[in-house]
């Protein structure tokens, strides 16, 4: 009966977070990149002139495969293979967190909490990089399995555990690998022979994932993009790099946002010192190790990428292992809350309680926990802050009282923030879902139009929406700035899409030299309504759209 609560409560969880908050997107971010690729290692007659669909970077992960899988036996499309898989994996995300808390010797219904306020994900600022995932991406398959393996193996699964971690690396090895560096030195510690050989168990699904992965990585269908992993960044991608993903060049925004991590760092080792007594042996190597490599992943990037120029680094983004500060502050905050709250502390409690909640709230918590009542969306936030920090208070005072009705106040403080979060505040931490302008014109494409023809959306300038007309209306698109995410992986990559950007995109449409465009091989132009040409007619028109057929072949 224990068990079934708590997975039916991690299922409300998981209901709640992709539903309300933090939420769910598609096509608003990443996922433009990969299902042009899905589509086009389905069927390679797909999008067989652009150039992100045809430079797939997916030999080294299981997410294409799957996907490719899934949809071939359910019939149904990558949308909906995917979002289940992401439902799926944020389940066992949360359920991994319960196995923390209650590795810490919180009693089920405390562990359950802490995994409900993870649950209201984080911002990780600088690296860009999310605790939850709002995109189906690999990366956002990986975390969750990286917390369910922190789990099993605090409770001595370690078998299990490293099955979670090595499904793990073949979506992403980059995500897992913190994992695997902390749990190498724990394999390698003296302990009992009993310990060790347990421990080396875990190292066996690793070592079957590393084979199918290289297996796989062989036998990649389609057409594949050559990523370089040996070798210097050459000057010109370097410069593109830094323009378009200043995320993995810590040297552009680590000046900023060392305050901020180095505060998150230490909550997250207060919050270790307050349960040291209560954290398993294997938990405390976790419990340490991933936020330390978290935060010497800073420097550790900058040297490799920004003096070496090691090629490989804008791939495997290290300094995204930022991310272990920010969860482990927020599950070791709520965790501290919890355990004084039953030892009848109430300020105590509140002043954990008031750092967990600040991180869903607010991407810099500095600014919230120490505010600036002049601005008033901070007002807002605060106010927020301290109604749910107070609430979750009292639920953890009540619910350590062991009253019949004790656990209903935490139960109400516990789902209180999935409503009064994005109500209260307003926040609206992804974009707006597509438009049905763009809706229409995407079905227009996609019917009336050869599937061979190249698009550009001259007038767009950094707006998403090309993005999602591409996985949308299965069209190329001659280049977009969503696009330009791919100069992490290719040289050559980065150097066409610079210069398709400089050459279209950049100087902003001119609708006086329509033959620069025809010139590209670019055979249908869409402008917004503002920019629409008026000595010819269009294609498609509607509301938002007019789009135009040059004569290019």
Do not use: C
Request: hydrophobic letters at 55%.
């Amino acid at each position: 009966m224990r068990n079934f609560a708590a997975g039916g409560s991690l299922l409300v969880f998981t209901l709640l977070g992709f539903f309300f908050f933090p939420g769910h997107t598609y096509l608003q971010s990443d996922t433009q990149i990969y299902i042009p690729m899905l589509e086009h290692l389905r069927d390679p007659g797909v999008l067989a002139r652009d150039p992100i669909a045809t430079r797939p970077h997916l030999s080294f992960t299981v997410y294409d495969e799957v996907a490719l899988t899934l949809r071939r036996w359910t019939g149904a499309e990558f949308q909906g293979v995917l979002l289940s898989q992401q439902l799926l994996f944020r389940f066992l995300g949360l359920l991994g967190v319960y196995l923390i808390g209650t590795a810490l010797r919180l009693p089920p219904h405390m562990a359950i909490f802490v995994a409900g306020i993870f649950s209201l994900g984080a911002t990780i600022a600088g690296p860009t990089v999310l605790t939850i995932e709002y995109e189906p991406v690999p990366r956002g398959f990986a975390v969750p399995l990286l917390l369910l393996a922190v789990g099993l193996a605090a409770h001595g699964r370690d078998l299990l555990g490293g099955s979670a971690a090595a499904v793990a690396f073949l979506y992403h090895a980059p995500t897992i690998a913190p994992f695997w560096a902390v749990y190498f030195l724990l394999a390698l510690w003296p302990s009992k022979p009993e310990t060790m050989q347990r421990r080396i168990r875990g190292l066996m699904p690793l070592a079957a994932a590393v084979l199918l992965m290289l297996a796989l990585s062989r036998m990649q269908i389609g057409a594949s993009g050559t990523q370089t992993f040996f070798g210097a960044i050459p000057p010109a991608q370097e410069q593109v790099q830094r323009m378009r993903a200043s995320y993995n060049w810590v040297s552009l925004w680590a000046g900023v946002w060392w305050p901020h991590y180095a505060l998150l760092f230490a909550l997250a080792a207060a919050a270790f010192l307050r349960l040291k007594d209560d954290i398993p042996f294997d938990l405390k190597w976790f419990f340490a190790g991933l936020p330390l490599i978290g935060v010497l992943s800073v420097p550790v990037s900058y040297v490799l990428l920004e003096k070496l120029k090691w090629a490989m680094i804008p791939q495997f983004q290290p300094a995204r292992a930022l991310l272990f500060v920010t969860a482990f502050a927020v599950i070791g905050g709520a965790a501290a809350a919890a355990k004084a709250a039953g030892a009848r502390r109430f300020a105590e409690s509140l002043l954990w309680l008031l750092v967990a909640f600040a991180v869903p709230l607010h991407t810099r918590i500095s600014e919230i926990l120490v505010p600036d009542f002049a601005l008033a969306p901070i007002r807002l936030k605060v106010l927020t802050l301290w109604l749910l920090a107070t609430a979750a208070t009292l639920g953890l005072m009540a619910a350590s009282m062991r009253r019949r009705w004790s656990l209903a106040p935490l139960a109400l403080a516990t789902l209180l923030p999935f409503w009064l979060i994005p109500n209260l505040t307003a926040m609206a931490d992804y974009p707006p879902p597509p438009s049905p302008e763009l809706d229409q014109l995407s079905a227009w494409a996609r019917s009336s139009v050869p599937r061979d023809a190249m698009f550009l959306f001259p007038d767009a300038r950094r707006e998403l929406y090309p993005g999602v007309f591409r996985a949308r209306a299965l069209r190329a698109v001659y280049t977009d700035w969503k696009a330009g995410g791919e100069v992490n992986y290719q040289s050559g990559f980065a150097e066409e899409w610079w210069s398709r950007w400089q050459a279209t995109m950049l100087p902003g449409f001119d609708a006086a030299h329509l033959e620069k465009y025809s010139g590209a091989g670019i055979d249908y132009i869409v402008l917004k309504q503002e920019h629409k040409l008026k000595d010819r007619p269009a294609e498609f028109e509607n509301a938002r759209f007019a789009a135009y057929k040059l004569n290019v072949r």
